[in-house]
């Protein structure tokens, strides 16, 4: 697919497939046989790096603003958009953190309208890190990903805790902060208004008005039930056709039963992984698993819903398709972490 809207980045994406091949390798071999558990012990050094590198697009030199949003550094002629690494240092911390306090965020604490209010002492590193990613996501504008971070913490959280509560107000907090970002915040709310008219023409024109997004709609509309077929669609009105649109191109290319045999692939793909957590033998590795298949449930479902006009359209990549080097690379390592948990847990036990 990337290949039809451009050769040249078909040949980097090859480059950067390799490299996530490697590194998908090196996990495996490097954390089999249980030894992915050692990451426990590291949880607050991975947050720091996680949050650390989610900063470097605001830096002078090696970040830079595309469409509004800081996305990535750039050292030379290589850039790598940081978000990829920081969702996975996060779930870590999550499902790490989770791991150890969950009963007492569950039994202790106060309540308050009919909601437990946790200790202060064992929620606060919760939200410090978890807030800290929002902050500078937020700082870097880079509100897909906040998304998709957002809906795997409730889900990690709910996961862990069984408490409704605590999903409950975390949607209430989410619609209201959105409510107030979507008002009151430019670069949101252009967004915003480009969703809720997508077909405007004066809204058509502006620099992040909803060009992008209408033509993606027309061309997902020509591809009709069965697509117009390879190398006949409209990629050369489709901005951005290789990574934020390329859902567009794929709908307009294989039409409506090609586009649900994707979504069905990425269905398929989260269904396994919750069945990995399932079957797995101790808490961190079901709070891990939870959470990387969340992620990239939440990933595709931004990307997804944004291209047909469901949600905002935000700048997030459409895992294992668009183009994007650091997303592929990150990808892999999140496969790999997903088959290292399935491994430990089918292994049979020290009594079988």
Do not use: C
Not at 201 to 225: C, M, V
Not at 229 to 249: C, K, R, T
């Amino acid at each position: 697919m990337i290949y039809r809207i451009s050769p040249t980045l078909a040949r980097q994406q090859a480059i950067w497939l390799v490299v996530g091949l490697a590194l998908f390798a090196a996990v495996i071999v490097g954390f089999r046989g249980g030894r992915y558990l050692l990451l426990e012990n590291y949880r607050y050094l991975i947050a720091i790096v996680g949050l650390g590198s989610m900063l470097l697009p605001r830096l002078p030199v090696i970040g830079e603003q595309v469409n509004g949003a800081y996305l990535a550094i750039h050292v030379g002629s290589l850039s790598f958009q940081p978000s990829e690494l920081g969702k996975i240092a996060i779930i870590i911390f999550l499902a790490s953190y989770l791991r150890d306090h969950r009963q007492v965020l569950v039994t202790a604490g106060r309540r308050v309208l009919g909601v437990t209010i946790p200790p202060m002492k064992h929620f606060g590193p919760l939200l410090l890190v978890w807030g800290s990613a929002m902050a500078i996501l937020l700082v870097t504008r880079e509100i897909g990903t906040s998304l998709m971070f957002f809906g795997a913490f409730l889900a990690v959280l709910y996961v862990a805790t069984s408490r409704t509560s605590f999903a409950v107000v975390g949607l209430v907090l989410f619609a209201v902060g959105a409510y107030f970002l979507g008002t009151h915040v430019a670069h949101i709310h252009s967004r915003v208004l480009a969703w809720e008219h997508p077909f405007n023409d004066a809204l058509y024109h502006e620099p992040l008005g909803s060009y992008q997004l209408a033509n993606g709609l027309f061309a997902q509309a020509d591809g009709g039930l069965l697509g117009v077929g390879f190398g006949q669609s409209l990629i050369g009105l489709i901005p951005v056709a290789d990574s934020d649109s390329i859902y567009a191109v794929i709908t307009d290319e294989v039409g409506l039963v090609g586009a649900a045999a994707l979504l069905l692939t990425y269905l398929l793909f989260v269904a396994r992984g919750l069945k990995i957590a399932t079957l797995a033998r101790d808490s961190f590795s079901k709070l891990l698993a939870t959470g990387l298949a969340f992620v990239i449930a939440m990933q595709v479902f931004v990307i997804v819903g944004g291209v047909t006009d469901l949600i905002p359209l935000t700048g997030v990549t459409l895992p294992f398709v668009a183009y994007g080097g650091s997303s592929v690379v990150m990808n892999f390592v999140l496969l790999a972490l997903l088959l290292l948990v399935s491994d430990r847990a089918r292994r049979p036990t020290a009594l079988g």
